[in-house]
C-alpha cells in the first residue's frame, strides 16, 4: 500500500505525456494508493498561487484536476492525526528537513505506508519506506535510514 507524494499526483496531470513508470505504478496500484492531507494541501497551494499570479486560466485547470482528483481519492485522503504528530515531533527533533515532507513520512509510518515519492531523498532519516516509481532501473522499493 502506498501514500502518494505530491510530485507522483501531479504527474498524472500530464496524461499522454506522463512518465511511463508513473503510469504503470497507478495501474498496478491503483486499489493500494491513499494521499495524505498534506498533498491535499500542496495541490491547494498551486491552484491559488496561480490566481494570484493572474493565471486564471491555468489556475481553472488545476482546481478542476484537483476536484476530480479527490472525488477519486474520496475515502483514501488520510488526515494527519495524533499518532502523527507524534511521530512527526520526534522526527523533527533529530533532522532538519522540510516539515511537510516529514508529516508525509510519519502519516506513512502511522499507516504502514510506502511512499511513492520522485523526492526519495527528501524522505531519509525517516525510517519511511520509498519507492520511486519514475525511475524503472533503480531498485524500487528502499528504506532510507
Known amino acids: 500500500m502506498y501514500l502518494i507524494d505530491t510530485n507522483v499526483a501531479s504527474e498524472l496531470r500530464r496524461d499522454v505525456k506522463a512518465d511511463t513508470g508513473v503510469i504503470r505504478f497507478f495501474k498496478e496500484a491503483h486499489g493500494s494508493l491513499y494521499i495524505p ?11 491559488e498561487s496561480l490566481r494570484r499570479k493572474g493565471d486564471l486560466l491555468q489556475a481553472g ?12 481519492f474520496a475515502g483514501k485522503i488520510l488526515n494527519f492525526d495524533l499518532e502523527c504528530a507524534q511521530i512527526w515531533g520526534t522526527m523533527s527533533a533529530a533532522t532538519h528537513q522540510s516539515a511537510i515532507d516529514k508529516q508525509i513520512a510519519a502519516v506513512a509510518l502511522s499507516y504502514g505506508l510506502t511512499i511513492a515519492t520522485r523526492n526519495t531523498n527528501d524522505f531519509a532519516g525517516t525510517g519511511a519506506q520509498v519507492l520511486n516509481p519514475f525511475e524503472a532501473d533503480a531498485p524500487q522499493t528502499e528504506s532510507l535510514l
Open 37 to 47: 492531507v498534506q498533498v491535499v494541501g500542496e495541490l491547494r497551494y498551486g491552484v
Open 61 to 72: 485547470r488545476l482546481d478542476a484536476w484537483l476536484k476530480t482528483t479527490l472525488k477519486i
